[in-house]
Nanobody, 125 residues
Framework: QVQLVESGGGLVQAGGSLRLSCAASGRTLGVYVVGWFRQVPGKERVFAAGISWNGGSTSYADSVKGRFTISRDNARNTVYLQMDSLKPEDTAVYYC??????????????????WGQGTQVTVSS
């Protein structure tokens, strides 16, 4: 299993930007599909963005399309989520997840076997 650690969360005003990082250890991230999910209290964890093992394919939830950009640096074993034009409704705990695959990315939580501990993003109005 690959171990994942998220960082980069925080408090930002609406319209601002944050960049989240998902750093991997234990395995090379280069053979893993990685997804970013988010969760608010009392609700299910939902897909935000995903990227294939080599970065050749990306996928976004409609709610973040055009504002969020997922990318990866396999040499650094890290996946990023650049979040621009943030809105209060983007407030959530953000989790990265990984699964070893040469397909994808995937939108379902059940497709991923490794998860990070999450990082809080709070967008004030």
């Amino acid at each position: 299993q690959v171990q994942l650690v998220e960082s980069g969360g925080g408090l930002v005003q609406a319209g601002g930007s944050l960049r989240l990082s998902c750093a991997a250890s234990g395995r090379t991230l280069g053979v893993y599909v990685v997804g970013w999910f988010r969760q608010v209290p009392g609700k299910e964890r939902v897909f935000a963005a995903g990227i294939s093992w080599n970065g050749g394919s990306t996928s976004y939830a409609d709610s973040v399309k055009g504002r969020f950009t997922i990318s990866r640096d396999n040499a650094r074993n890290t996946v990023y989520l650049q979040m621009d034009s943030l809105k209060p409704e983007d407030t959530a705990v953000y989790y990265c997840a990984a699964t070893r695959s040469y397909s994808g990315p995937y939108r379902s939580t059940s497709s991923y076997g490794s998860w990070g501990q999450g990082t809080q993003v709070t967008v004030s109005s």
